[in-house]
């Protein structure tokens, strides 16, 4: 099976949950999967990018913050590809330019309008396992784009799409999809399923789970994307209809 894994930024916060992303991943890997997985950047890098940025100039234009904050993503491609190399099993790192991400224009919240998938295929084939730098893509003039926080959720989607995958999971801090943020409410409850436009709706009220693109971009494909925990692997919460 085609697999495409998005892991998000708390998911790759440190060493060991690196090794132990790339141990599932050289697992699937050796049970005969093709895998392509989606990173997003470490922990809070995004933020400190942010930062860093508006230290040296708090007006920098769009095209330069997203040529600067798309490098924390292929940080984590390039670190997660050599700890899945490090258990003996060959992977690539690929920017989102090399995935063949291409984009609208518009810096800072970029749409994927297509993804041309030749250079991942060629990868997949040669029996490798790829690591796509999510959050990111390319434009109409050839600049680095960037997709909206949280994007890297949309990178796993349309790569999911365009590739015919046969399951798309997006590994986070949370077990699933619940009607209220469990961080802040104990009591609040976790969803089995859940419809695209139900999960629209909780995105509406603040949900932040998943980028509202990679719902939108799941319900016009007709992807379903598991969500569930990087930590405890236990089944989520599926995103697709109901019927
Ligand atoms: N690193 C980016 C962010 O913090 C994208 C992502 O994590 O999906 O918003
Ligand atoms: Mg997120």
Redesign the pocket.
Known sequence: MLLVEKY??TSLANPERIRSAARRTAELARQGHQVVLVV??QADT?DELIAAAARVNCHGSAREMDAYLAA??QMSAGLVAMAVEALGHPAVSLSGWQAGIHTDGVHGNARILEVDTTRIRRELEAGKVVVAA??QGIGPEGDVTTLG?????TTAVALAAWLGADQCRIFTDVDGVYDRDPHVFPDAVRFRRIGYENMLSLIEGGAQVLHDRSVELARDHGIRVEVLSAFTGAPGTILGDLS
Do not use: C, M, V
Request: glycine residues 42%; negative net charge.
């Open positions: 998000g930024g997003s950047a995004t924390g993503e999510g959050f926080r949280g994007g890297s959720d």
